[in-house]
């Protein structure tokens, strides 16, 4: 079955810090994979995807890249700021699940001024 | 473009009481999801429709938990009776494409937190 493991929180950064939160994965078949992230009180935002090797999915400063050799997916971003604090969820899907995602347990990302 | 509705946004009930959540999906959106999300855990599928039938409904705890998709729009989820343990986040989804054909971005609504005591 698919199955993922990211990091386990909280993480903790000052202003302008620089961020990874790592991510891998075991799958049945050829995942797709994404970063979600929830703001509080929020829902489930897409942050960023790859669909396959070596693809680098960006957005909002945020990067991550597809890497089968070491079936990882780890978030980075250069500088954090405060607004990016958030729970971060790794997840991916396969079309032999039928495309349903299986999601990491969540990091929780505080920046502090 | 409006995106998924969800309602009530908190419900708070009593066990073995009764409880539905409402989801409305983005208008043409032919699959949608309903997820559980544990506090300090990821969320988990419960039940997938494609239009109005049902392509995966493996997790759902089928002897209290029902939902259906009348009509292939909007959907309601259903526990009856509620136990403690289904205290938690119940999101909905939904993707444009049809599952098993495509690849589409899963757009997630508010949620709906559901304290059972």
């Known amino acids: 079955g698919n199955s993922v493991t990211q990091m386990e929180g909280p993480v903790t950064l000052s202003e302008e810090a620089f961020l990874t939160i790592n991510c891998t994965y075991t799958?049945?078949?050829?995942?797709?994979l994404f970063w979600y992230v929830q703001y509080p009180g929020e829902g489930l935002q897409l942050l960023l995807k790859?669909?396959?090797?070596?693809d680098k999915g960006s957005n909002k400063g945020f990067e991550a890249t597809y890497r089968k050799e070491t079936t990882s997916f780890h978030l980075e971003k250069g500088s954090v700021q405060v607004s990016d604090s958030a729970v971060y969820f790794c997840?991916?899907?396969?079309?032999?699940?039928?495309?349903?995602?299986?999601f990491g347990k969540g990091t929780l990302l505080t920046v502090n001024p | 473009e409006a995106g998924v509705a969800q309602s009530p946004r908190y419900k708070i009930i009593e066990k073995r009481q009764s409880v539905a959540f409402w989801c409305n999906p983005i208008s043409g959106h032919a699959t949608l999801y309903w997820y559980q999300q544990i506090l300090g855990q990821g969320p988990k599928l419960l039940i997938q429709f494609q239009n109005n039938g049902v392509v995966d409904d493996s997790q759902l705890p089928k002897d209290r938990f029902s939902a259906e998709r009348l009509k292939g729009v909007d959907s309601t989820l259903k526990i009856q009776p509620a136990k403690l343990e289904d205290s938690a986040v119940y999101l909905c989804a939904s993707s444009f494409g049809v599952a098993g054909k495509s690849t589409d971005t899963q757009y997630f609504g508010p949620g709906t937190r559901l304290t059972v005591l």
């Open positions: 799958a049945t078949g050829y995942p797709s």
């Open positions: 997840a991916l899907y396969t079309r032999g699940s039928n495309y349903k995602l299986t």
């Open positions: 790859a669909t396959k090797a070596d």
